[in-house]
């Protein structure tokens, strides 16, 4: 709850920051920019989810190299798969679901793919089970992701979910299978930068602003 109630502070403080240094008409974009942000993932929260995605930065929970629970935005989402292609043939992994953003866009764009959501901790996950039992093409494991990374996935979403020491064990783990990794938020690049991934920068700069990388295998 807390989390929820220090929003609004948060991005009042990002849109002062922005009139000292942009001014007033690119900070009235941000603000409308984020309004309408918050309304459209409210609807479409309600209508896949069922229920709002929360933040959960509790680190008694989120514990060994795991990262705390924060949703990516739907505009990000749509962004970023606007340059990442998905085949009827791809099977869509998101590691480190939580309550279901990314599961809830992808049910969104009207695809019929396997859908595996992974997530470690057992309240949220058994959560999510019920949530997405009405979709067929939609499975929730819990436990560990990297030791539940599903063989055929083909396409692996991360929204920063681990350390940097689980993101190099995770690297090692997906170098062996032909998959696509989209990375959003990527703080940690190291281990991909091994000679063995296509790396594709999708950052963008503007009246909102992200980081990401799509990685591909990188032929012999």
């Known amino acids: 709850m807390t989390a929820r109630i220090h929003d609004p502070f948060r991005y009042?403080?990002?849109?002062v920051a922005?009139?000292?240094t942009k001014g007033l008409a690119n900070t009235a974009r941000y603000i409308a920019h984020v309004v309408h942000e918050r309304f459209v993932s409210a609807i479409v929260?309600?209508?896949?989810?069922?229920?709002?995605?929360?933040?959960?930065?509790?680190?008694a929970v989120y514990t060994d190299g795991?990262?705390?629970?924060?949703?990516?935005?739907?505009?990000?989402?749509?962004?970023?798969?606007?340059?990442?292609?998905?085949?009827?043939?791809?099977?869509?992994?998101?590691?480190?679901?939580?309550?279901?953003?990314?599961?809830?866009?992808w049910l969104s764009r009207g695809l019929r793919n396997p859908i595996v959501?992974?997530?470690?901790?057992?309240?949220?996950?058994?959560?999510?089970?019920a949530r997405y039992s009405k979709y067929p093409n939609v499975s929730i494991v819990e436990g560990d992701a990297l030791s539940n990374l599903p063989e055929n996935g083909t396409i692996f979403f991360l929204y920063n979910p681990f350390s940097d020491e689980?993101?190099?064990?995770?690297?090692?783990?997906?170098?062996?299978?032909?998959a696509t990794i989209v990375y959003y938020n990527?703080?940690?690049?190291?281990p991909f930068e091994n000679g063995s991934w296509d790396i594709n920068p999708l950052d963008r700069n503007g009246i909102y602003e992200f980081r990401a990388a799509v990685m591909t295998k990188r032929a012999a």
């Open 12 to 15: 009042l403080g990002r849109a």
């Open 18 to 20: 922005r009139l000292k």
């Open 45 to 59: 929260d309600l209508r896949f989810g069922g229920r709002i995605c929360r933040t959960n930065l509790d680190g």
């Open 66 to 105: 795991r990262h705390t629970m924060v949703h990516s935005h739907y505009h990000v989402l749509k962004d970023i798969f606007a340059q990442v292609p998905i085949s009827e043939q791809d099977v869509l992994v998101d590691v480190g679901c939580g309550e279901g953003r990314v599961i809830n866009f």
């Open 117 to 129: 959501g992974i997530e470690f901790v057992h309240n949220v996950a058994q959560r999510a089970k």
């Open 166 to 178: 689980t993101v190099a064990s995770f690297e090692r783990i997906a170098r062996v299978r032909a």
């Open 186 to 190: 990527n703080n940690c690049m190291a």
